[in-house]
């Protein structure tokens, strides 16, 4: 059912990790990115995998949970994998096949980009799965806070942020609601010829587009009824102090990069 | 007590949509609420109850006539901010007034708006929370809760403002009858322990009897006004308004018809239970 | 022969999960062709789950469901045809339709069942006299309509189905008296006519006590009891004291029992009530009045 939708889910927890600044846990999430993409070989990478298997450990979140992230985009790998395998050519030859070629390359590259992108998810479920959507969408505002000089329409964006992800599970209950009403009805969603589902479709999309433009028009007036008046002059009950140990979680990571970096360095070196 | 609602000739029609004449939704209302008083407002859909409520915190303005809510007149464009904290609204719908994913954090929305420093708005947002009963569920998400539970964090929402008066637009229509009881009981402890001013817009016959007054609304006019066991002793009219009266009550009033000596003004079981035994005791007596 | 049965129905969400939870468990019934039934129990009792096995949008964890006294979920291609002959009108069913004209919304479900135009025709404008609509708003859109029409409009395009079993889910949650009173007696009348079955899903004991042959009642994912009305109210107590509201007339009736005043009844409506007394008073009196 729709209910299952697992993406960008949020579990609750007291560990270090959570405990952190969410814009440090930001910043963290984009060195941490840097870093993947900054060694060229699979050595550096094990840098990165030990760091992810540290912070995973410190967020007692279950590994499941990060299988779980990784599963849907598997047959993306592994065809992508396939394709790499088969067409780059580079390094010895183990079988040939008119323009196809197997080559220790192209098995490199391919082990190297799934590692790379495994590593990758879990660190954005990492950053996702310890922070709450609100708290993220809390911490992207202050962080971009100083485009406001520039005009840049921060406070508007992070209100339409938070309030979509208000909305999700609200709508994700509706939709399965008209679902089932229009199944009730009859209408075939998951069988049936494409243009019958389409018409179905319509179905479901009508009644969610009407409902969603109610909910939006009462939304509205509820928010002028509590004084809601843009960003101008707002405080905020959310506070965010960094603590020492966001300034240590920042440290260590920046340390791991400059070790990613060094192990490339040294490897090529080495390689050569 | 001071007069903390003030509305004289109202008149409101909304704006005429091409090729359709604008519909009068009000028709010239005359009503003034008293600090502290518990109202509860009865129609049928389209009577105009919501409409009404609607102008008592400046979300409708008035075609003609005037209301004035705490001093200060809705028209008044400068001090609509005064206004919407001295007079806060609850919807129908508990999940569309819902702003944030989290609990205390929506509690809070007003006061993040009009800016009341940090501390201010955390002991405000506590004592709000705690005023409804849901503290415990501050970090909660809002889908995580029931019906009745939403509706009292829209209820927290509104009293953080610390306002003077409270409208509900029929906040318990979508709710199951635990949710109802919920809803009841924090609103009529609103009204008791704190002093605010309620209109409930309901119905619910049963709870517009638990109100002090009762305004009813029929095609865009005040049909009756005054107390519970008045309002409901009108059997008929009730009736041909398209409302219900409370079952006891209409057993009396068909008991009565049929020729029996019962009270006309029966509005609780007790009540009932008493006028039942009453007739049994004289039926008694008289067979004797 | 039961135009609806379950055995030992039982369903569980979330299997596996932190969430799992059972809704259904091990539920009996029989339900007689032609009975109207008032379905009550609490928010998260489990009678939503209950009545989505009835059609089969739901598919039990574990037990039957037979309707007709075949196994819904034999043949999984027939479920589409259970559908049909298991009309379930959903909770605010006025926010599912979708089509441009009152008569296309209410046109749907006949057209997905692959009927002729005529038969499609005959049926609307039926089932939209049966439910007090006029003619004239059939060519309307259905987004013009009042709140209460809207929601006769929803049901209609589940009776035009003419299913065997037509189930509604709090088919007046959220409206006013007169709104609530229009679409309840037109089901009545609806049943009068056709001799189908009919469950209700209400929170109102006095609405449920208005119309239902026989009420059923589901507690904590268990059946609680399912049996003639009058019986039903005779466990009043009972049924306070798992939280649910009996009408506020048997409350009085009961109080008076415990006062003394037995009149060895049930009651459950003024009208009864009223007569009931009327007849007491009289009987003792004597002669015409009291």
Redesign the interface.
């Known amino acids: 059912m729709l209910r299952d939708v697992t993406i960008g889910q949020y579990f609750p927890g007291n560990s270090l990790i959570h405990r952190l600044d969410p814009r440090f846990k930001i910043v963290i999430t984009l060195i941490y990115i840097l870093m993947l993409f900054t060694g060229s070989n699979v050595v550096c990478l094990a840098v990165g995998a030990v760091y992810t298997l540290i912070a995973v450990y410190l967020s007692r979140i279950p590994l499941k949970m990060f299988w779980k992230s990784v599963k849907p985009l598997l047959p993306f790998l592994l065809i992508t994998a396939v394709l790499n395998i088969l067409l780059v050519d580079s390094g010895d030859v183990y079988f040939k096949w008119k323009f196809l070629k197997i080559t220790s390359g192209g098995i490199n590259i391919s082990v190297f980009m799934i590692i790379r992108i495994v590593l990758l998810i879990m660190g954005s479920s990492l950053l996702t799965y310890t922070t709450?959507?609100?708290t993220l969408t809390d911490a992207i505002e202050r962080l971009l806070s100083p485009l406001k000089l520039l005009k840049f329409p921060v406070h508007e964006l992070a209100m339409m942020m938070?309030?979509a992800?208000?909305f999700v599970?609200?709508l994700i209950?509706e939709t399965d609601k008209i679902m089932s009403a229009q199944k009730a009805r009859g209408a075939e969603i998951d069988t049936g010829s494409f243009m019958t589902r389409a018409k179905n479709m319509i179905s479901i999309l009508v009644p969610l587009f009407i409902s969603s433009f109610?909910?939006a028009d009462?939304?509205a007036?509820?928010?002028?009824?509590?004084?809601?008046?843009g960003g101008e002059?707002?405080?905020?009950?959310?506070?965010l102090r960094a603590a020492p140990r966001d300034v240590i979680a920042l440290v260590i990571t920046l340390i791991f990069y400059a070790a990613a970096i060094a192990v490339s360095i040294v490897f090529k070196l080495l390689t050569q | 007590m001071e007069n903390i609602i003030e509305i004289s000739g109202l008149h409101f029609s909304y704006p005429a949509d091409d090729g359709k004449e604008a519909a009068e939704v009000l028709k010239g209302i005359d009503l003034t609420i008293k600090e502290g008083e518990f109202v509860a407002v009865l129609g049928?859909?389209?009577s105009g109850k919501s409409t009404l409520a609607k102008h008592i915190?400046a979300?409708l303005l008035p075609t003609a006539g005037k209301v004035v809510v705490g001093g200060i007149d809705t028209a008044d464009e400068k001090r609509i901010?005064e206004l919407?904290?001295c007079a806060?609204?609850v919807?129908?719908?508990p999940?569309?007034?819902?702003?944030?994913?989290?609990v205390?954090?929506d509690v809070?929305?007003?006061?993040?708006?009009?800016?009341?420093?940090?501390e201010e708005?955390?002991r405000r947002?506590d004592d709000a929370l705690k005023a409804v009963n849901m503290y415990d569920y501050r970090q909660h998400?809002?889908?995580q809760l029931?019906?009745g539970q939403k509706q009292r964090i829209?209820i927290a929402?509104?009293i953080a403002?610390q306002p003077r008066c409270i409208i509900l637009d029929?906040p318990t229509?979508?709710l199951?009858?635990?949710?109802r009881k919920e809803v009841m009981a924090t609103i009529r402890k609103m009204n008791r322990e704190q002093g605010i001013t309620i209109v409930l817009i309901t119905?619910y016959m049963?709870e517009a009897a638990q109100c002090d007054r009762i305004v009813v609304m029929d095609k865009g006019t005040v049909a009756l006004d005054a107390t519970p066991r008045e309002v409901f002793s009108h059997v008929e009219k009730v009736m041909e308004i398209?409302?219900?009266v409370?079952?006891?009550t209409?057993?009396a009033w068909?008991?009565r018809k049929?020729?029996?000596?019962i009270p006309q003004d029966i509005i609780t079981?007790?009540e009932?239970?008493e006028a039942?035994?009453k007739?049994?005791a004289q039926?008694?007596a008289?067979?004797r | 022969m039961a135009i609806l049965e379950t055995q030992q129905l039982t369903y569980t969400y979330s299997i596996g999960s932190p969430f799992e939870k059972t809704a259904v468990d091990h539920v009996d019934l029989k339900i007689e062709e032609g009975e109207m039934v008032g379905v009550m129990g609490?928010?998260g009792s489990g009678k939503s789950t209950l009545i989505q096995h009835f059609n089969g949008l739901l598919r039990p964890t574990s037990g039957k469901v037979l309707l007709d006294g075949q196994d819904i979920w034999a043949d999984k291609k027939r479920i589409r045809d259970v559908r049909f002959q298991v009309g379930l009108v959903f909770q605010y069913p006025e926010y599912q339709i979708f089509e441009e004209t009152v008569f296309k919304d209410i046109a749907f479900g006949p057209r997905n069942m692959g009927l002729d135009e005529k038969e499609i025709k005959r049926r609307v404008l039926e089932t939209a006299h049966d439910i007090g609509l006029k003619e004239e708003l059939l060519k309307r859109s259905p987004f013009e309509l009042?709140?209460?029409q809207k929601r006769r409009v929803a049901i209609a395009g589940v009776m035009a189905m003419e299913p065997k079993v037509l189930i509604l889910d709090e088919p007046t949650?959220?409206?006013?008296?007169?709104?609530r009173d229009k679409i309840l007696s037109h089901i009545k009348a609806y049943h009068e006519r056709k001799k189908n079955t009919i469950l209700i899903v209400s929170?109102s004991m006095?609405d449920i006590a208005g119309f239902a042959d026989k009420i059923l009642v589901m507690n904590k994912a268990k059946l609680f009891c399912y049996d003639d009305t009058e019986k039903v109210f005779g466990r009043a107590e009972e049924i306070s004291a798992i939280?649910?509201?009996v009408?506020?007339?048997t409350?009085?009736f009961l109080?008076?029992k415990k006062?003394g005043?037995d009149f060895g009844k049930e009651v459950y409506t003024?009208?009864y009530?009223?007569d009931l007394?009327?007849r007491?008073?009289q009987g003792?009196?004597?002669e015409?009045?009291?």
């Open positions: 709450s959507p609100i938070s309030i992800l208000r599970p609200t209950e109610r909910r009462e939304l007036t509820a928010m002028e009824c509590r004084c809601y008046n002059g707002r405080t905020r009950l959310r506070q | 049928h859909n389209g915190n979300i901010f919407r904290q806060g609204m919807f129908q719908n999940d569309n007034q819902i702003v944030s994913s989290v205390e954090e809070a929305f007003a006061l993040e708006n009009l800016g009341v420093p940090y708005m955390r947002v998400s809002p889908s029931s019906g829209a929402g509104i403002m029929e229509a979508m199951d009858p635990q949710g119905h049963d398209g409302l219900d409370p079952q006891v209409e057993l068909e008991l049929a020729g029996c000596d079981e007790q009932c239970v039942i035994q007739l049994f039926n008694k008289i067979s | 609490h928010t009042s709140g209460g949650a959220g409206l006013d008296p007169a709104g929170h006095e939280g649910l509201d009408p506020q007339i409350k009085v109080e008076l006062q005043l003024v009208p009530a009223r007394l009327l007491h008073l003792k009196a004597g015409g009045q009291c």
